[in-house]
């Protein structure tokens, strides 16, 4: 069995993006594709985790868990997607140490014991420090920056040296990554790979994202260009899609807040170019693929 591991990352639409895929799960479930309720397995798989700490999983444990998240009218089952952006850790602990998600992966190693027989993908999104650090702090009941970072440094943070861990600590796991800020144009593309299926497979929801920056002019006059362009591939939609968003964005619901005490605009420029630079690099590790628009 294929098993599909959605890490998060926190506050990159980790709930939308398994809500879209719960939207295809009936369509999906013909194909032998699983895509299990999240109350079956979040709180399971973490408990696990936690009760296991440093030691190897019991032989039962693979049976254990499939037998608690998959129903008995599942049918045959060939891939199965499991959503869980707490995985690594819950938002205040996030930065625990000093280390960007220090326990990331200890926990997926484990979980690739578990499911040693199967092969395990893993799926992550990524953010811009710049704002995925006042959107976690929202998520916590900590006051200020300085209690999540514990001591580090906004701009010593690497995504390149998260992702490098985990290849590292899973040899042979392939690892795809996104930026939730492309996400509004890669969407229905994120959901097939999720998925595993072809370019073509009709996806619902696919421009769901889209539809949430957008006017409501704009999305109307966009599904009917779409539907007179029935020939277009996946390329010239989303060249479509560039041009009606150009035109159309609600650009009060683009903007995100940059605005933490002690930071200027100098830190969140300098924090959006490294993480710029960052995806240079990720693209150059070894067994990751990076979807872009």
């Known amino acids: 069995m294929q098993v599909v591991l959605h890490a998060g990352l926190h506050e990159t639409d980790s709930d939308r993006l398994f809500k ?3 939207r295809n799960r009936e369509a999906l479930r013909a194909d032998g594709i699983a895509i299990p309720g999240p109350g079956k397995y ?4 973490s408990e696990m985790l936690n009760a296991l700490g440093d030691a190897p999983p019991a ?10 998240i998959l129903d008995e009218d599942t049918g045959h089952v060939d891939r199965m997607i499991l959503s869980h952006e707490n995985l690594f850790s819950v938002p205040k602990i996030a930065f625990q140490g000093g280390v960007v998600y220090r326990k990331a992966e200890h926990r997926l190693r484990t979980l690739r014991d578990i499911f040693a027989r199967d092969s395990v993908e893993i799926f ?9 650090l006042p959107a976690l702090l929202k998520a916590t009941p900590l006051s200020d920056i300085s209690q999540l970072l514990h001591g580090l440094d906004p701009m010593h943070i690497r995504w390149s040296n998260l992702i ?13 990554v996104w930026c939730d800020e492309d996400s509004p144009l890669i969407w229905g593309e994120l959901i097939r790979e999720f998925a595993g299926v072809e ?6 929801g696919a421009y769901s994202r889209m539809a949430d920056i957008t006017s409501q002019e704009g999305m109307t006059r966009f599904r009917a260009y779409l539907a007179e362009k029935p020939e277009f591939n996946e390329a010239q939609i989303r060249r479509v899609m560039v041009a009606f968003l150009d035109k159309f964005a ?8 940059f605005d933490l005490p002690g930071w200027d605009a100098h830190l969140v420029q300098d924090l959006t170019e ?8 990720i693209r150059r590790i070894p067994g990751v693929t990076l979807i872009a628009p």
């Open 20 to 22: 879209t895929l719960l």
């Open 124 to 132: 992550i999104g990524l953010r811009n420090p710049a704002t995925f």
């Open 164 to 176: 490098a861990r985990i290849t590292a600590a899973v040899p042979g796991v392939p690892v795809t």
């Open 250 to 257: 609600d650009l009060s619901k683009v903007e995100h807040e």
């Open 42 to 45: 979040r709180q399971l798989i």
């Open 59 to 68: 032989p039962a444990s693979r049976e254990v868990l499939l037998d608690s």
């Open 199 to 204: 370019a073509t497979y009709p996806i619902v």
């Open 274 to 281: 490294q993480y710029e630079e960052d995806l240079f690099d």
